[in-house]
């Protein structure tokens, strides 16, 4: 079986994206590109999914936006994540890591 990209559902979307801003605040196309980069081409995030989350995300407070120069020196909206974010960070991993850790002993049960 080959490698293939796998689209993110939104829930853990949205863990992504306050990970990968946690690290710094970047543009739309930049945290698709961390997001593929960090996962070894694995996962992927279209257009049409990014953006709704990042909107969904700054209504939450948990992260803001502001306009600046891009790479390219044009004009992009970064995003950063706020205090509340931080916080919501941390309870999103924590869920994640119990839900995996079900699913592994879910998936590690011989009888």
């Known amino acids: 079986m080959g490698q293939s990209k796998t689209d993110l559902l939104q829930g853990t979307l949205d863990l992504v994206i306050l990970k990968v801003l946690a690290l710094e605040p970047m543009h739309g196309w930049g945290i698709s590109q961390r997001i593929q980069q960090i996962s ?10 990014l953006y709704p989350a990042l909107h969904r995300l700054e209504q939450q407070a948990w992260i ?3 306009w600046g120069a891009s790479e390219a020196n044009r004009k992009a ?32 049960t011989t009888s």
């Open 40 to 49: 070894k081409d694995v996962l992927q995030v279209n257009q049409g999914s």
């Open 64 to 66: 803001r936006s502001k």
């Open 77 to 108: 909206k970064y995003y950063e994540l706020t205090a509340a974010g931080r916080k919501q960070l941390q309870a999103e991993v924590s869920g994640w890591e119990r839900y995996a850790a079900a699913i592994a002993r879910v998936i590690e």
